[in-house]
Structure formats: C-alpha cells, structure tokens
C-alpha cells in the first residue's frame, strides 16, 4: 500500500473512535441527568402530603390500683403539607376507649386523641394499645400504648378452686386474700350454696354442699404480716359432686363483697366397668353385655345383684381374681306387640364396699317399635 493511502487510512479509523467515544460520553450524562431528575421527583412526591407524628408513642401510668380509670391525651401532629384526616383510633380491649377531638389536623397543627383505661379485672403488669388510620403519607396505620403496673385493692388468689378427694378420706384445700388493703380487711363468711334455678322454692331440702364442704376463716402469721383467708374441707362422707359459691363481706366501702367459684367431688372406691350398660337391637351378641366389678378397699365381695327395672336378666360369674368379680348382663328383648322406650333398665350391685354398697347402674335400651299389622288378605 502505497504510504499516502496509509496514512488517509489510519486517519479515517481515528476520526471513527472518537465519533464513538464522543457519543458514549453524552450518553452517560444524559442517563445521569435523567436519574437525578428522577430521584428528585421522587424525593418531592416524598416529602409532599399529610404527615403523623407523637409527641409520646407511650405512656406508663406507673403502679396503681384496681379499679381506677386511667386517663391520658396522646399529642399528635402533622409535620406535612396536606391535611391529616384520621380515620379511627382503635384499643386492643374493651378496657380501653380512644376518642378523638378532632379527625382533621391542618398542616402544621396538633390535636389529641384522650384515652380512658380501665383497670377493673386487671392486675399486675398490664398493657394496652391504640392503632391509628389515617392518610399520612407512609403510615397509614400508628400504634401508641398505654402501660401500668396495677395492684388488687382485696381479692382472693383463686377466683375458683376444685376440691376432690375420695370417700372417706377428709381433704383440706386453703384459699388466701391479697390486696394493699389487706391489713385493713375484717373478712366474714356470708353464705356457701350451689347453684339455684330461680324457680326453686326457698324452703327447698337442704343444700347438699352444706353437707360436703365446711368453710372457716383462718389466720396465719408470717414473719411480721399475718394472712387472711378460708379454709374448705371437703368431708369424704358421701360419694357426691356438685358446685358452688363462697360469699364474703371484706368490711372495707370497696370492693364490699368476694365470692368463691367452686367445684367438689367425692369420688367411690367401687369400680364398675363400664359404668353403665347399652344394648342393640337384632340378634347375636347386642343382647348380652358384662361388668367387671372391683374395689379399692380389700377383702372386697361382690354379694348379689339384682335387677330393678327392665327386661333384664343378671348373674355374678366366677370372679377373675380375688378382688375383681365379673357380671353377665342379658337383655330379654321386647316383648311381641310391645314398644320398648330407650334408657328404662337398673342394676343394683349389692357389696361390702362403705362407699356404694348398693350401686345401681344404668342399663340402656334401644327402642324397638311395633311391627305394622299386615294388611288384611284379599278373597
């Protein structure tokens, strides 16, 4: 190649490389140019619109007392540019109310939000909370909270307690008061009953809890304090259960009365399985069944059993062991032309146990009804 062909050649590749250059570099300014545009419109859509802001997202009430309706404003503020609508405040419970003054809050206004709690049934370390909707720009939706450490004015330990134990075998089960006014407290047994329907007559037969449960109030020093409370003893003399309520005046203006939520039971040591009896209809096994009879008392026996009521018939087989006696259970069926109602059958179980010697089990029936009378032949 001759030299000046050369030299036009190289001249030409360098203009091209640097036409590219040139281009590549306005385009990087440009993308650069573009994405600060973008950022900024994005940080002026940011910074427009309503704001939410607290003075305090919580407050603590410190220690107070049962019983008191706490009470406190929440300061809140729009630091924006639009109006703040709020929408609602809402509590995490029904021990709280928020309410507002005002649902609209002009930029660079303040308003309140007043929140009442209610410590009523609500003891120890306690916490509530309020979330609040509104239009701000990026919360929506803001959660102030309310805290307090609540103690008891006078109360008892157990709102409810369940005393059991087994026959002939008395159990002592104690229930102790607490509360900042316990020193002050001059307790007294009002009444101990169960449940009465509204219908029952006043001079109804006697409550058998009062023949169950005994109730007394004790006393016991510890160090320099001294404890306040109720004993209950459950007798164990009858194989029983039932529920039922401990009343009793504090002597103090509030709170005036304390009641105690009971349960009881008096389990047997007779042991009959299954503890009752069902039989099917048909033929095969449903007309049969067995108990298995035992006691936790030794030297138990099983002396004879008897049916009271039904279409039943019942024998004591050889017994499994010395102490567990097994008992043939049939059912006779029902007799033709008759309707048999469900659930009418007893077993009596005669032993030497002290705390069911005559224990009755239920024997269950299906009901079977009459065949329809075939229709009349035709001549």
């Known amino acids: 190649m001759p030299r000046e062909a050369a030299r036009t050649w190289l001249a030409a590749i360098r203009c091209t490389i640097r036409s590219r250059a040139l281009g590549l570099l306005v385009l990087s300014l440009c993308l650069v140019g573009c994405g600060g ?30 019983g008191d309706k706490l009470r406190y404003a929440f300061v809140v503020k729009n630091p924006g540019n639009a109006p703040l609508l709020i929408s609602g405040a809402h509590a995490s419970c029904g021990c709280t ?40 720009t990026g919360q929506a939706h803001v959660t102030v909270t309310l805290t307090a450490n609540v103690e008891r004015m006078l109360a008892l330990e157990q709102s409810y307690v369940r005393v059991v134990t087994e026959y002939g075998v008395p159990h002592v ?9 316990l020193a002050e407290a001059t307790p007294k047994i009002l009444k101990l009953e169960s449940p009465r329907r509204a219908d029952t007559p006043v001079d109804a037969d006697k409550d058998p809890i009062l023949d169950a ?32 309520k401990v009343t009793i005046a504090t002597g103090l203006a509030k709170p005036e009365q304390l009641e105690l939520n009971l349960t009881w039971a008096v389990t047997s040591t007779l042991q009959v399985v299954p503890d009752r009896l069902s039989f099917a209809a048909g033929s095969g096994d449903g007309h049969e069944r067995e108990l298995r009879v035992s006691s936790k008392k030794p030297n138990f026996k099983l ?11 019942a024998a004591i087989e050889k017994p499994e062991s010395n102490a567990v006696f097994k008992v043939k259970v049939t059912w006779n069926g029902t007799p033709p032309g008759k309707q048999a109602e469900p659930g009418i059958g007893k077993l009596q179980l005669i032993s030497n146990d002290p705390a069911e010697p005559k224990k009755v089990v239920e024997l269950k029936t299906p009901a079977v009804p009459v065949p329809p009378s075939p229709p009349p032949a035709r001549h």
């Open 173 to 181: 089960d104690k229930v102790w008061l607490t509360g900042k006014l």
């Open 213 to 244: 449960l005994e109730v007394r109030l004790i006393e016991e020093k510890v160090g320099d304090t001294v404890k306040k409370g109720l004993e209950l003893k459950l007798k164990g003399n009858k194989v029983a259960a039932g529920s039922g």
């Open 303 to 313: 002396l004879r059993v008897r049916v009271l009521d039904g279409p039943f018939a």
């Open 97 to 136: 109310v928020a309410a507002l003054k005002s649902n609209s809050i002009a930029p660079g206004g303040a308003g309140e939000i007043d929140a009442t709690f209610d410590t009523h049934n609500r003891v120890g370390p306690s916490r509530t909370t309020i979330t609040v909707d509104s239009n701000a």
């Open 37 to 66: 545009r973008a950022r900024s419109a994005r940080a002026s859509v940011d910074a427009g619109g309503a704001r939410i802001a607290f003075e305090s997202e919580v407050h603590d009430f410190g220690t107070v007392t049962e």
